[in-house]
Nanobody, 126 residues
């Protein structure tokens, strides 16, 4: 059984960097053909795809967030992480990590992701 679990601060101050980690169990993040995604949902808005790390460690980002986003991994812990810099209140959202079969650089339908974390609320406020 594959499980994903997000962790990180629930409150971040404006201009700071948001850092979240997704811990994966039941599947290695280095196994082909899976990709590991970060997705967020602001209040009363739809899902927004932020970026992805492929099984080989390559990364791709949403063009609208590329300048502020970084995804990294720790294969020894089977974790991948998100960093979003220079946050503003508009970055307030529920943040999810999710697995997808294959590598895609767009959101696609939610059912395209076979495993999701439970989501973690991040609020940007002073």
């Amino acid at each position: 059984q594959v499980q994903l679990q997000e962790s990180g601060p629930g409150l971040v101050k404006p201009s700071q960097t948001l850092s979240l980690t997704c811990t994966v169990s039941g599947e290695s993040i280095t196994n082909t053909p899976y990709s590991w995604n970060w997705i967020r949902q602001p209040p009363e808005k739809g899902l927004e795809w932020m970026g992805v790390m492929a099984y080989d460690g390559s990364t791709y980002y949403s063009p609208s967030l590329k300048s502020r986003t970084s995804i990294s991994r720790d294969t020894s812990k089977n974790q991948f992480s998100l960093q979003l810099s220079s946050v503003t209140p508009e970055d307030t959202a529920v943040y999810y990590c999710a697995r997808r079969d294959g590598l895609y650089t767009e959101l696609g339908p939610p059912e395209a992701y076979d495993y999701w974390g439970q989501g973690t609320q991040v609020t940007v406020s002073s």
